[in-house]
């Protein structure tokens, strides 16, 4: 584990665009050249963050008390556990130094748990889930702003192993990047995540029901987040003719394992 | 006078506006509410800014989101000409500005406060667990060390055979290192002991350089210092070729044939000598076998 204040750090990043203090003024400055190449980076983070908390608010309303939730970051104010007190929760980042901060800033207790583990791990992490949830496996998952950082062969295993563990009842929140999938391949920014070694993985719409073909999804179904969240899609870039269109939206999604 | 559901309405739509200035933990959804907090915060009576302005950005509304409505709600006063209540706003946003920024720093404060202890507690665990496994390493290399030493100790035995009479015998290929062994352990058995004779058993070595040879005649060398003499047995033909071969003339070191001759060599130095015991005392011998025998 290498805690070095003075490398950025993704976890932290992520807080500054969220609008957190916690992150180091190497980690605002990375944000914010990252931010300049690519610009929808900051609107992406938050619609995310948004969404996952109302999608939360709803699995609480729905009286879940197991939470898991991929790919975590830093669990800062307004994150799980502030939304859903009382409830179990497993937190994941693969990171090891964003799950000691995550640890040091929410603390471990016999409720949250930490566990460090690549997604495409996911056999790891439902193992993780079963200790920590004494084998309730009608849960809640999260799996929020990571989905199109993994390969689709592996985010369909990760799907299908969800689906095949939890039990009936359970709920997923997911958000997904869809649309024009060529479109995207041959964009800059494409090119951009390609050079920082983070690719990512847009899906079709097709492909994207195919794959939550077996979920029963509740209302309002897979629709962009900016819709969601009732603001203008102000994360796109602006130019002469208005707002334009990228080859690819954030989506998202809760659904009911059947 | 301005209807106040009108203001909150503006209010809320001028947050929404500026909705991506505001923090991950404040989703777009709660700004009607935010919006109507805002209203009440510069209409009502209100006998301090600070908390509620500490609250609001505790929960993450923005300083250029909550100007923005407030501007907005002034604009409306001013649009329904609304004086009274447009010196009000005007008066209430400047105290709110005062109140936000040092909300704002307080929580950054804060926050920076927690996130130094998380790094500060993660460096912790990160040394402890680093010096947990320095521990184990260095428990793990003592323990290598103490099999080493045995293993050492274990191919280059010193037996003392009778007073003043050692037996090295040595087995296997010999290097320089642990040629070096051999010669401290030797020396050392030699004082402990005060031996007079030191017999080197060759027979089980493979292989003798000019290495190997060197380091005997360095034994047999100190050994002389302390007082001994080393005899050198076990010399098998292919040894004697090599070492004639090597040019090597070994003056120092008396040379036999075989340990039992060694062992003569050494029992006679000291005025012993190995003979078959006496008809009565092989009798006396064997009758004590007889009485141990009894007594099963």
Redesign the interface.
Known sequence: MDIDTTKPNGGRIYDYYLGGNHNFEVDRTTAEQLSKILPSIKAGALLNRWFMHDAVQRLVDARFDCYLDLATGLPTEGYIHDLAPDARILYNDIDPVTIAYGRSIVGETSNIQFVQSNIADIDAILAAADAHFGGQRRIAISFIGASYFIDTETLRGVLDALYAWCAPGSQIAMSWLIGDVNGFAQSQVAAIYRQMRSPVYGLSMAAAQEMLARWDLLSPGLIELNRWNGVDDEWRTPSETGLEKEPLDLYGMIAVRP | MTDRNDLERVAGAAL?RR???????????HLADMGRELVGLLLDPQENLDHPAARMV?R?L?FVSAQEAGLAVQQAALDAADLPMLAQVSGRMATLIAAWHKAELD??RR??E??R???V???A??RE?SDRQRLAAERSQQEQDRLAALVTELSAPVIPLYDGILVLPLIGSIDTRRAQDVMENVLESISRHQADSLIIDITGVAMVDTGVVQHLLQTARAVGLLGATVVLVGINPEIAQTITQLGLVITEIITLGTLQEGIVYALRRRGLSVQAITAASAAAARQGTARLSLWR
């Open positions: 929404r909705a991506f200035t505001n923090r991950g933990m404040l989703p777009p959804t505790a993450g923005s929580g950054l926050e920076q927690d996130l202890e998380a790094v507690r993660a460096l665990e990160q667990e």
